[in-house]
């Protein structure tokens, strides 16, 4: 069907480990990365786009 699967609530390795068995193709949670605010994310790409 050419769909790809996201998984929430990914809290640690073991998850992301099983979920990669699996063959699921996103995940997000704090196992992937905390939380922050966009702009801070945007200028973490404009710094590394500088370099």
Not at 6 to 21: H, P, T, Y
Request: charged share 25%.
């Amino acid at each position: 069907m050419g769909m790809q699967t996201i998984a929430e609530f990914v809290e640690n390795d073991e998850i992301k480990g099983m979920l990669r068995e699996i063959g699921v193709n996103y995940a997000q949670g704090y196992g992937i990365h905390k939380p922050q605010p966009f702009d801070e994310i945007l200028s973490q790409i404009n710094n590394e786009s500088k370099s």
